[in-house]
């Protein structure tokens, strides 16, 4: 390799990572609108007669909308109620022991207040001491899901003339078979993410009705959970359909038991038993098993970006096996 090639491929390089650096706070708005653009997918083709523009706008907005409304309504309602606990917990904490006397269960007042306190002291001053690095946070997870949307929009307008431009770097004899490739990949992400974020966004919406009814507290930020709870498969919605139910149950044991009858069956039986196989796995033939630890893991590893790229990652080796196992059975 001669020194000017050599240099080139320096500075290709050199650019790569510098851009990379740069986006690394915003990588989990780009692989959002990413995830977000393959739900869309198929609302854009049903648009499709008003125009590339149009039709990517449209299905932007619907498949955006509502994701980004439960998620960032749910973090507003829940940092408020936290600050509320902060404030008043002497209050709450009255409010507790009151009910549990009335229920005849009595407890030990200045032990529990003792512990509390030093509870809520801890949490005042870890607060106090990063509120810097807490505003910081929500301010770019909303840049994120702005730039999620953003990213989302352009790679529905873009992507087809992108990746058909790629394949004229191939040569001529390879660029049918790696188009068929690419293509089987791609159909196994747009199943993955339009199956998935559409089912957890038809849980989400419908938990929120559910929850209003049997007034249990706290309803936008649950049902926001809900949405993110129902992007896992079978994990989930029972760890937070649980914990609601008996909190009703220790206040009316007829109203949290038929709270615990209905959510079990219309937000998690019928949802994981029947809807959701249909949605995703006899589309994309990825078992729920995979897809499961595939966000659990990748939440872990990676927080928001790696909750979204590792089922994606998943997907593409589902579309690798199935391809080549495909071509060679034919």
């Given at each position: 390799m001669d020194r000017t090639k050599f240099l080139t491929l320096v500075l290709i390089f050199s650019i790569f990572i510098a851009v990379f650096y740069f986006y690394t706070p915003?990588?989990?708005?780009?692989?959002?609108?990413?995830?977000?653009?393959?739900?869309?997918?198929?609302?854009?083709r049903s648009f499709s007669k008003v125009g590339n523009l149009a039709?990517?706008?449209?299905?932007?907005?619907?498949?955006?909308?509502?994701?980004?409304?439960?998620?960032?309504?749910?973090?507003?309602?829940?940092?408020?109620?936290?600050?509320?606990?902060?404030?008043?917990?002497?209050?709450?904490?009255?409010?507790?022991?009151?009910?549990?006397?009335?229920?005849?269960?009595?407890?030990?007042?200045?032990?529990?207040?003792?512990?509390?306190?030093?509870?809520?002291?801890?949490?005042?001053?870890?607060?106090?001491?990063?509120?810097?690095e807490i505003t910081k946070d929500v301010v770019i997870l909303l840049l994120n899901i702005l730039i999620s949307a953003v990213v989302c929009f352009f790679v529905l307008r873009d992507s087809e003339r992108f990746v058909k431009n790629s394949l004229n770097i191939l040569p001529k004899d390879r660029r049918d078979e790696f188009g068929r490739f690419i293509l089987k990949i791609d159909k196994t992400l747009e199943s993955l993410w339009f199956g998935n974020l559409t089912f957890a966004i038809i849980i989400g919406s419908a938990s929120l009705p559910f929850f209003l009814i049997f007034k249990v507290p706290f309803a936008p930020l649950l049902a926001a959970l809900m949405f993110l709870a129902a992007l896992i498969p079978i994990f989930a919605e029972w760890?937070?359909?649980?914990?609601?139910?008996?909190?009703?149950?220790?206040?009316?044991?007829?109203?949290?038991?038929?709270?615990?009858?209905?959510?079990?069956?219309?937000?998690?039986?019928?949802?994981?038993?029947?809807?959701?196989p249909y949605f995703v796995g006899q589309m994309t033939k990825i078992h729920s098993l995979l897809l499961m630890l595939a966000f659990i893991g990748g939440g872990l590893f990676g927080g928001l970006g790696g909750f979204f790229l590792a089922p994606m990652l998943v997907a593409v080796l589902v579309g690798i096996y199935d391809y080549y196992t495909t071509s060679q059975g034919s």
């Open positions: 915003l990588i989990d708005g780009i692989v959002m609108g990413v995830a977000f653009a393959y739900a869309a997918r198929p609302i854009k039709a990517s706008l449209i299905a932007t907005l619907i498949i955006f909308l509502p994701a980004s409304m439960l998620i960032t309504y749910g973090l507003f309602v829940g940092l408020n109620q936290f600050l509320y606990i902060l404030s008043h917990h002497s209050d709450i904490l009255n409010s507790i022991l009151a009910s549990l006397e009335a229920k005849g269960l009595h407890v030990e007042k200045n032990e529990v207040y003792r512990i509390l306190s030093m509870f809520f002291g801890f949490l005042q001053s870890k607060l106090s001491t990063s509120i810097v760890m937070l359909i649980l914990p609601v139910g008996i909190y009703l149950l220790l206040k009316d044991l007829y109203l949290g038991s038929l709270f615990l009858a209905i959510g079990f069956l219309f937000l998690y039986l019928i949802p994981e038993i029947f809807l959701r």
